[in-house]
């Protein structure tokens, strides 16, 4: 199941990125920033986006979302996901597994090679976050925030730590 899921976001995210290099320039003014495992990793090829959906868990109201997709290099990316029961306001947003705050919840992916080596967040780890220091929701409006988490790969227990992360990005979409 999680392999499928992998395979889905990997595909959304290739044609991200192929969209978005159509008629455009490739490098935006958003950026993304941060240290595996001591190693800093910076992108300008950033897209950032908002949106909601029908509550799948209760059925009612919306959940909103703010997504956030960084390539680095050709190889590499990281994909950043705020959810909220409201419009995804400044805060600290936590592993959703926790449960120890259910209306500021996060998905983090990172991959070194965008097609084998899969990270999700350490389950076991409640330490890491992702805090959004602002957004303003307008098409071309700005969110900035910085993030700190631990990834495990599933497939060979390979634990990253990925530090000092901020971003600085444009949202271009609904």
Do not use: W
Not at 27 to 47: A, E, I, N, Y
Not at 83 to 96: L, V, W
């Amino acid at each position: 199941m999680k392999s499928r899921f992998k395979t889905i976001v990997l595909c959304l995210l290739l044609s991200q990125l192929f969209g978005l290099s159509c008629g455009k320039p490739v490098f935006s003014t958003s950026t993304v920033s941060f240290d595996v495992d001591g190693k800093s990793q910076r992108s300008t090829f950033v897209t950032a986006g908002i949106g909601n959906s029908e509550n799948v868990f209760t059925g009612i109201g919306d959940l909103y979302s703010f997504h956030i997709a960084a390539f680095i290099g050709a190889p590499k990316f990281i994909e950043i996901i705020l959810f909220s029961d409201k419009a995804c306001e400044p805060g600290e947003y936590i592993y959703a597994d926790s449960y120890l705050n259910s209306f500021k919840e996060m998905g983090v992916t990172y991959s070194s090679d965008m097609s084998h080596s899969f990270y999700d967040l350490d389950e076991t780890y409640l330490q890491s976050r992702v805090t959004l220091e602002s957004i303003d929701y307008r098409i071309g409006g700005r969110a900035k925030g910085t993030f700190s988490v631990r990834m495990v790969n599933e497939d060979t227990n390979d634990v990253i730590e990925i530090t000092n992360g901020k971003f600085d990005v444009l949202i271009e979409k609904p």
